[in-house]
């Protein structure tokens, strides 16, 4: 795989970053170029190196049996933390991920006197990025270099590019509420998830694409944020993790992983009584069911995050979920493999809090949780994989690239 010199050009309103990707394997029917788009105010904080494309692009490489050859700039404390990165992805996964050799052609320092200096966060709306920002605001991070001035929200990621309504509507809501609390909401386009769609699972490929937008605004980010996905007490091999994302820093930007020692329920009961996060929690991953910041309020991420919300009091509350809510709705939830982990924080939460009405409801619902899941291991895997591609044909799939519309 060959990463071409990036280049920058503006259009529409717009600074874009691309980089010409080639494969050595043919009929992979992938886009010709990888880019980031920013609005065009962006442009003084973008250098334009190759920083952001080999973080991106080195599980793809991995995922493929390619050597990974990057023509452009290379911070060498990322081509240094490139060879640890793969060799901790190959040990997680070691039937998918091949080890690659990387090769870059020129080594070089971003020159300090042109680094960034801010606080910069990942942001979604869900829950984790939620909790990220909310306590490195003045007011909960004393540490004035911690504390963050813009929360950048990606298309691209959960939100194919071809869904301009469901991403203008919760930027819209995004912009609304933190520009009172001093927070610049950054909007970013890309088509890196389109990229890793069929040959890399999206929650092994999404770490370092998620590093990578904040790679290329290098100009303006210090500290980049990356909201944590698990707990140390549930700690998994996963994409985004504390024990790798910090390999992808360069000398002037380094990549923080945010949260990991809280757990997810503790989380949302912290955001539980904050009024922006009332306005805008977006934790559904239902596509046809989900718009802008309104929740489809049945999904199991909605389930599981409104049955906190409800044993804390404050989820008639939140704007995003539909109302009325109750012990029957917490019946019908099904959890999915990790609730071994929800199920005793939830527990402990209702407990702590007196709501004991809950508790029946929630191990009634881990129970099924149980059962469910129990069945689905007892279908052969052969089986198992001819239903889901049956069911879930990649020619559906929203970020096959053929599914993108050619203005974009």
């Known amino acids: 795989m060959i990463i071409s010199s990036p280049e920058i050009t503006l259009k529409d309103g717009e600074v ?34 190759a920083d952001a494309f080999a973080a991106s692009f080195l599980p793809l490489a991995m995922a493929v049996k390619e050597d ?56 979604s709306g869900g829950v984790d990025s939620s909790y990220t920002l909310m306590t490195h605001l003045p007011d909960r991070q004393p540490n004035p270099d911690f504390q963050v001035r813009y929360a950048l929200f990606v298309k691209g990621f959960d939100i194919p590019l071809q869904n301009r309504a469901d991403y203008t509507a919760s930027l819209k809501i995004f912009s609304e509420q933190l520009r009172p609390l001093g927070v610049e909401v950054i909007p970013c386009r890309t ?28 100009k303006l980010i210090r500290y980049f944020l990356v909201p944590s996905s698990y707990a140390l007490v549930s700690l ?16 002037t930007l380094q990549a923080l992983h945010d949260g990991t020692p809280i757990a997810r329920v503790d989380k949302v009961t912290a955001i539980s009584t904050w009024h922006p996060a009332q306005q805008f929690l977006r934790v559904c991953v239902d596509d046809s069911q989900r718009y802008g910041v309104n929740n489809c309020s049945k999904c199991e991420k909605c389930l599981r995050t409104m049955i906190v919300l409800e044993i804390c009091g404050t989820l008639k509350s939140f704007k995003t979920f539909q109302q009325p809510f109750g012990l029957w709705d917490i019946i019908r939830w099904v959890p999915p493999y990790d609730s071994l982990v929800w199920f005793p924080q939830m527990l402990q939460c209702a407990r702590v809090r007196g709501k004991t009405e809950y508790i029946f409801p929630i191990w009634f619902a881990n129970l099924r949780g149980k059962l469910w899941n129990w069945l689905r291991k007892m279908i052969p895997k052969p089986l198992f994989n001819y239903l889901k591609k049956r069911n879930f044909p990649y020619q559906k799939d929203l970020f096959n690239p053929a ?5 974009l």
């Open 236 to 251: 998994t091999h996963w994409g985004s993790s504390p024990m790798i994302d910090h390999w992808l820093s360069t000398e």
């Open 191 to 218: 088509n890196l998830h389109y990229f890793s769609s069929g040959l890399l699972n999206w929650g092994i490929a999404h770490g370092g694409t998620i590093i990578s937008t904040g790679l290329v605004l290098d």
């Open 403 to 407: 599914n993108m519309d050619g203005n």
């Open 68 to 123: 990974l050859h990057i023509e452009g700039p290379l911070s060498p404390r990322l081509a240094c933390g490139l060879q640890e990165y793969q060799l901790a992805l190959n040990f997680w996964y070691p039937k998918q991920l091949a080890l690659v050799d990387i090769q870059a052609a020129t080594l070089t320092v971003l020159p300090p006197e042109q680094a960034g200096q801010s606080c910069v966060s990942l942001f």
């Open 16 to 49: 874009i970053v691309s980089a010409n990707i080639k494969f050595n394997k043919p009929a992979l029917y992938k886009p010709e170029n990888a880019w980031f788009a920013f609005p065009e105010s962006y442009l003084p904080y973008i250098s334009g190196r």
